[in-house]
């Protein structure tokens, strides 16, 4: 099979031949046809991951067909148009990962091949209005954000939401989810056209961070939050203690911006904040992502599809940072 293949820190992927897998016996082989790219790969080819292993196949979010089982019992797969679970080895508590748990794409070979091999029981259906590269696009992103926004921060039908740093793949995976809950949701982003587009997806409004005060403007065309999401950190965290409402929450998935500022902690105890982290999510938690976005015939957003024979020039993109959505890989 041919495969985009990362050969070391700092190197550009090789599109080139190489093994196709083998499945152990709990395992499907997929033939992809589509992929997605996550920041996580950029940083895994930057050095800037823990436990690298090369070479190593990249990509956590694939979709396509079965086509081979390493058992009888899951032979029934073959042929079914699946999406595929990258969250490995969760384990028993479904409140954190266990100790050996992984993301595929490292250090387990992932989607951008041909083909790839995962256990059966992280294959689910493909939801039939999505296309291969919109499925594609949904595994890990969609995943982090449900968590983040349906668990952790559980929003509620009429409950006024923030997420911040909309144009990227899972804050936009909140918004839809916090419109399709019945939520008022705003947003914040450094680009104004980035905030118009979060608004053509149902966001009420927003406000660039990048303007002067930019969190009070916030709070007077909003009132203030009940749940915010966030992938920042940073000091402005400490602003979003600021425009929380009483009885708060804010969730956090990343900390682009470094170690946060709580601000003044009067302000988080005397509100009674609840202050959440969020990585990924358990499988029956991908389970019901899935039924959430066949329920409400969601689509991800995706901003450009690349062949995996560019998967390269996919991921310089993605390191930019300029995208609105998610950088699909089709592999036909």
């Known amino acids: 099979m041919k495969a985009s293949i990362l050969k070391g820190i700092n190197q550009a992927l090789v599109f080139e031949e190489t093994s196709s897998p083998v499945p152990e016996a709990d395992e499907v082989v997929v033939k992809v046809k589509a992929a997605a790219l996550n920041h996580r790969d950029v940083w895994i080819q930057k050095g800037q991951y823990a436990g690298l292993v090369f070479p190593i196949i990249l990509g956590s979010d694939g979709s396509g067909i079965v086509s081979a089982s390493g058992s009888e019992a899951n032979k029934h797969l073959i042929g079914k148009e699946v999406i595929i679970n990258p969250s490995l080895n969760w384990g028993e508590n479904p409140r ?59 929003i509620k039908p009429g409950e006024t939401v923030l997420v911040t740093g909309a ?61 915010t999401i966030d992938s920042a950190c940073g000091d402005n965290f400490a602003k979003l203690a600021d425009m929380a409402k009483p009885g708060g929450r804010i969730a956090f998935y990343g900390a682009t911006l470094g170690a946060f500022n709580s601000g003044v902690p009067a302000k988080i105890f005397w509100k009674q904040l609840d202050i959440l982290g969020s990585t990924m999510g358990n499988d029956e938690e991908f389970k019901a992502m899935l039924e959430f976005v066949n329920k409400h015939k969601i689509f991800p957003v995706v901003d450009e599809v690349f062949p995996l024979a560019n998967a390269e020039e996919a991921m310089r993109k993605m390191d930019e940072g300029k995208q609105f959505g998610k950088i699909v890989l089709n592999i036909e």
Not at 123 to 150: C, D, I, N, W
Not at 189 to 212: F, P, R, T
């Open 96 to 154: 954190v990962q266990a100790k050996d748990y992984i993301i595929l794409g490292l250090p387990k070979n992932g989607c951008l091949a041909e083909e790839v091999s995962i256990p059966a029981r992280l294959v689910h259906e493909k939801p039939s209005h999505l296309s291969f590269e919109q499925a594609a696009a949904l595994p890990l992103a969609g995943l982090t954000a449900y968590r983040a926004a349906m668990v952790r921060a559980a």
């Open 167 to 227: 144009g990227g793949g899972v804050a936009l995976f909140c918004i839809q989810y916090a419109v399709a809950q019945g939520c008022k949701v705003f947003v914040t982003s450094g680009s104004n056209e980035k905030i118009e587009k979060a608004m053509a997806l149902g966001a009420i409004g927003g406000v660039n961070y990048k303007n002067e005060d930019w969190h009070k403007a916030l709070v007077k065309i909003s009132g203030g939050f009940d749940a």
